[in-house]
């Protein structure tokens, strides 16, 4: 009786972490608009090990954001969450409420690739405030020095190359201690390029690959955002060595699936009016 627990009972569940480490193809569900906690429930029943929350591109709040990584954590879904700036202040209260890892758009310098490292870690690598019962360990209490050593090495910090800029310093950002891999983000780079859109383009070509590359040099994982539906190009990233992707959203599959929907009844109506013009 209250003897302290073995550290391997503290271990965070973060099976996209677990995924990606090990070179296994990860697809991600993005969340913008559906907060259903039905959601991390349905992609644990159909094989999606990841969700991507995303608080850049939609109007969702923490309270919201924290009810959906409390639902992906006990379903045994890793709760992705995108931060909407590289304030400490997001950062910081992504992963105090339980996020598996904190993903940081339009890093451009190496002192915002630190400062975020700073942010997101606890001491030595940074200088995150403590806090205990975290949600990411259950809400267990576990004691400070043994807590902080876990979240540090078992939660991700993620910053996005979405640049002409980033991209050349690729292997400087995978450099940074702390740094647990990178999200490219193809639709700024793109329209950054002058080329919106157009991943076919050598430029964006070129930009990708460089930074697979620099992340193969590094020995850390690299995502691909932004062209769930370019599964040719996707698999010549995965080939290269990129783990993980944002595949599939919820406002565009469920248009997709209403669309289809549309479709069918409408064939079958055209179908039966044909009919009654024939009699």
């Given at each position: ?68 990584i ?22 910081s ?56 050593a ?43 390029l ?10 964006y070509?070129d ?43 919820d ?29």
């Amino acid at each position: 009786m209250g003897s302290i627990q073995p550290q391997s009972s503290y271990n965070i569940n973060n099976p996209f972490r677990t995924r990606i480490l090990n070179g296994q193809i990860t697809p991600l569900m993005s969340i913008k608009f559906v907060t259903g906690n039905e959601i991390p429930m349905m992609c644990k029943m159909t094989g999606i090990h990841a969700v991507f929350i995303d608080m850049e591109h939609s109007s969702l709040d923490m309270r919201t954001v924290a009810q959906l990584i409390l639902a992906c954590n006990y379903a045994g879904v890793s709760p992705i969450v995108r931060s909407p700036s590289k304030a400490h202040w997001h950062i910081s209260r992504i992963l105090d409420a339980g996020a598996a890892a904190v993903v940081i758009p339009h890093v451009e310098t190496i002192q915002e690739v630190k400062d975020i490292v700073r942010y997101a870690k606890f001491a030595p690598l940074g200088t995150r405030g403590c806090t205990n019962n975290q949600p990411a360990m259950n809400f267990q209490h576990v004691p400070t020095l043994l807590q902080n050593a876990i979240l540090n090495e078992q939660t991700m910090v993620i910053p996005m190359i979405e640049t002409p800029g980033a991209v050349e310093i690729a292997d400087e950002i995978f450099a940074v201690d702390g740094v647990d891999g990178v999200l490219v983000g193809s639709n700024d780079l793109c329209t950054d390029l002058g080329i919106p859109g157009n991943y076919d383009s050598g430029l964006y070509q070129d930009a990708v690959s460089r930074v697979i590359t620099a992340a193969n040099r590094a020995n850390k994982p690299v995502g691909i955002g932004g062209i769930g539906s370019r599964l040719d190009i996707l698999e010549k990233w995965f080939t290269m060595g990129a783990t993980w992707s944002l595949s599939g959203q919820d406002a565009s599959m469920l248009q997709t699936g209403l669309k289809k929907m549309s479709k069918e009844y409408a064939e079958i109506d055209e179908r039966l009016q044909t009919k009654l013009l024939v009699r």
